[in-house]
């Protein structure tokens, strides 16, 4: 599939000819309406984007190595097979890791499920890594802490225009969650699908689960995100990490939920479709071993009692209808002990079960909290 420049030509006459743009290009305070011509149009130059996902499929990309580590093991991907047959779908995922970009979208190529275009940070779009997603993978840069209004109504009209034309894929968190518990979701893009005003799109939420985060040390010493870094740093932090890392990656996805009924104008329809979609994705997301032993673990422990307090966890994880991994802890002790020692999360002594970096646990353990706070109360141990 490949864009071509009388597609990217309509969507931009699309876009200006939208009202909430339209307003912008009349001028204002400051503004001639030359000048918000010439601004807005920088920001659709900034946000087109070609997808050659031909050339994407055989790239040696420079993240292969790390690829080859992570197994893939999609669940329910018939839903998304489905609803490409009849909708137009927006996916919806949670955002782990920056190896989601790459994971969730083989997975769709793997059982032959046409590519959608990505939203991902402006950060992602510097050096070699800006030319791939610009050029190759059609991904479309978002500038996350703009506030210029010129610029969110542009993103706006744009993205709605493009899901007339393509499927999205979207990371409605906006960003990697740096304390391992799953934000709060945003509603721009989210706003801006509704303004498609399609009656056909559907959102199917997704979730992706890892038993082990590759960037787990690099995000849970900030646990906050303070500041953008550079994405060519974060890879080669990604690479450092990747030594001896080895993991699954459970990609969920979840029933469709339509818009047809969704008032496009209205905000209650679309804090309602946020909270609906939210919670879709909690619900998926595949809860590990990892997750389990982290949440149960307090800083020494005999084995019994881990496993013990493990089942405990579970039984509570179960009234939540929850997505579980492994059904008795047991079998979570036995499936986590040696990835997280491995990774020098925890050590062993003896029948001893220590913690050695908890900050680090402590990122696992939270991100069962969206599931274990809907009851009103926390089994994180910590």
């Avoid at 070699?128 to 993978?137: C, D, E, I, P, Q």
């Avoid at 005003?197 to 995100?225: H, N, S």
């Avoid at 909690?282 to 071993?289: D, H, I, N």
């Avoid at 646990?361 to 109360?377: M, Q, V």
């Amino acid at each position: 599939m490949v864009y071509s420049a009388r597609v990217d030509d309509d969507i931009t006459q699309a876009v200006l000819s939208r009202e909430e743009v339209a307003r912008y290009l009349r001028g204002g305070p400051g503004l001639t309406p030359d000048q918000a011509h010439e601004q807005i149009s920088a920001y659709l130059e900034e946000l087109k984007t070609t997808q050659r996902y031909s050339v994407y499929r055989v790239l040696k990309h420079p993240l292969y190595p790390i690829l080859r580590k992570v197994r893939r093991h999609p669940e329910h991907i018939e839903i998304a097979q489905t609803a490409t047959r009849s909708s137009r779908v927006v996916y919806a995922s949670n955002h782990k890791s920056h190896l989601d970009y790459l994971i969730e979208l083989l997975v769709l190529d793997d059982h032959g499920i046409r590519p959608p275009v990505i939203a991902a940070g402006i950060n992602l779009f510097n050096g070699a890594m800006g030319l791939l997603n610009r050029h190759v993978t059609g991904a479309i840069p978002i500038r996350r802490n703009s506030r210029d209004p010129a610029y969110l109504a542009t993103l706006r009209a744009y993205v709605a225009e493009l899901v007339h034309r393509h499927d999205l894929f979207l990371y409605l968190e906006g960003g990697r969650s740096y304390s391992g518990e799953m934000k709060p979701l945003k509603t721009g893009l989210l706003q801006a699908v509704m303004l498609a005003r399609r009656p056909d799109v559907v959102i199917v939420p997704v979730a992706i689960a890892y038993d082990l985060v590759l960037e787990d040390q690099a995000l849970a010493r900030q646990r906050v995100k303070r500041r953008q870094r550079h994405f060519t740093t974060e890879v080669a932090e990604m690479v450092r990490y990747a030594v001896g890392y080895e993991s699954r990656a459970f990609v969920t996805f979840g029933h469709p939920i339509p818009l047809a009924t969704v008032d496009p104008d209205s905000r209650r329809d679309l804090i309602k479709l946020k909270r609906r979609t939210r919670e879709a994705i909690g619900k998926l997301y595949k809860v590990l071993p990892t997750a389990l032993l982290a949440a149960a673990l307090r800083p020494s422990m005999p084995r019994q009692t881990l496993v013990d307090r493990i089942d405990r966890l579970i039984d509570a994880l179960r009234l939540t209808d929850a997505n579980l991994g492994v059904e008795t802890g047991r079998e979570a002790v036995e499936q986590a002990t040696r990835p997280l020692v491995a990774r020098g999360i925890i050590v062993i002594q003896g029948d001893r079960y220590r913690v050695r970096e908890r900050h680090v646990l402590r990122y696992y353990a939270r991100t069962l909290t969206h599931l274990l706070n809907d009851r009103g109360h926390s089994h994180l141990t910590h």
